[in-house]
């Protein structure tokens, strides 16, 4: 009887379809573990505190052996398992999982594991630097670019302005070259700077919004300003400065979508000669000014 409903359903024809892959269960003990993580040279960062959780779970037998699989690519590289596997040898225990074999390499950017994978996870597989905020400056861009968000929080997302993990990653991959220059260049002028009135992220992204995928020695200077490294005082840069500065030091976060018609403003008056302004505003329901050359 069993026989002829998967018949009906086709189940034959479903598992005689050819295919890379191999399934095999396994009784993962902690040596077996050591021995699939040597495999594991092209995964994501490991997450301790994950690690540690899984492992206590184990200990409480709490641990379900639920079907989740272990999973290695087509040249054998581990690709998904490597909390539970780190947690099988810090608890000491064993369990079966299946162990399956033969995924196609760009796999790796379509599923997640006990902890989710990010973006910036995905990115650091894919052997890029700077994954962390890499990810949130591409993130920033579709926001606030394709998509003309006027939102204030600038690192939360509505449905509308999300990509999924694959999008990042293919958008990293066709614009690294200039992505990278950026990220760079921002990072060298942070550090220097002795108090952050701006994330890393969003420096990146008004340095883009400003001068766009190849910005000029012009607009780093106008960001040394408004990061307060060699600003001029009684300014539109010192100004603007003072504003992200008070916000910081109160607590009192500034919408980023002022800040961003602020910072236009501002660049506005640094390349008309960097004149002489105490006072200037944006009204955060208005578009965003045009961005002088």
């Known amino acids: 009887m069993r026989t002829e409903v998967l018949n009906n359903v086709s189940y034959n024809y479903v598992t005689k379809k050819d295919t890379n892959l191999s399934v095999t269960m396994v009784y993962v003990t902690?040596?077996?573990?050591?021995?699939?993580?040597s495999y594991n040279t092209k995964n994501r960062a490991k997450s301790d505190r994950n690690i540690r959780f899984l492992a206590q779970q184990m200990k409480k037998g709490l641990f379900i052996e639920n079907g989740e699989s272990i999973v290695f690519d087509k040249n054998m590289k581990l690709t998904d398992g490597q909390h539970?596997?780190?947690a099988i040898i810090k608890s000491g225990k064993s369990y079966h999982i299946?162990?399956?074999?033969?995924?196609?390499?760009?796999?790796?950017?379509?599923?997640?594991?006990?902890?989710n994978r990010s973006s910036a996870d995905v990115l650091t597989i894919n052997g890029y630097k700077y994954a962390n905020l890499l990810s949130s400056f591409i993130k920033l861009i579709y926001k606030y670019d394709m998509k003309s968000s006027k939102a204030?929080?600038?690192?939360?997302?509505?449905r509308h302005e999300q990509?999924?993990?694959?999008?990042?990653?293919?958008?990293?991959?066709?614009?690294?070259?200039?992505?990278?220059?950026?990220?760079?260049?921002?990072?060298?002028?942070?550090?220097?700077?002795?108090?952050?009135?701006?994330?890393?992220s969003n420096f990146c992204y008004i340095v883009y919004m400003i001068g766009g995928k190849n910005p000029n020695a012009q607009v780093y200077e106008f960001m040394k300003n408004v990061f307060g490294i060699s600003r001029t005082q009684d300014t539109a840069t010192s100004y603007l400065?003072?504003?992200l500065y008070k916000s910081k030091i109160n607590k009192e976060p500034l919408?980023?979508?002022?800040?961003?018609?602020?910072?236009i403003k501002a660049w506005n008056y640094f390349i008309d000669g960097n004149p002489s302004v105490r006072f200037f505003k944006f009204n955060s329901e208005q578009e965003l000014p045009k961005i002088n050359k």
């Not at 902690?30 to 993580?37: F, R, T, W």
């Not at 162990?99 to 390499?105: E, F, S």
Request: charged residues 20%; positive net charge.
């Open 30 to 37: 902690p040596e077996i573990a050591k021995h699939y993580l």
């Open 84 to 86: 539970r596997l780190m």
């Open 152 to 158: 204030s929080v600038s690192n939360s997302y509505n």
């Open 241 to 243: 400065y003072s504003k």
């Open 98 to 115: 299946p162990v399956v074999k033969g995924v196609a390499v760009k796999s790796m950017a379509t599923y997640d594991t006990g902890k």
């Open 163 to 200: 990509l999924t993990n694959q999008q990042i990653l293919n958008y990293c991959k066709e614009n690294y070259t200039w992505l990278h220059k950026i990220v760079t260049e921002v990072t060298s002028i942070y550090t220097k700077s002795d108090f952050k009135v701006l994330s890393k």
């Open 255 to 263: 919408g980023f979508y002022w800040i961003l018609g602020m910072c």
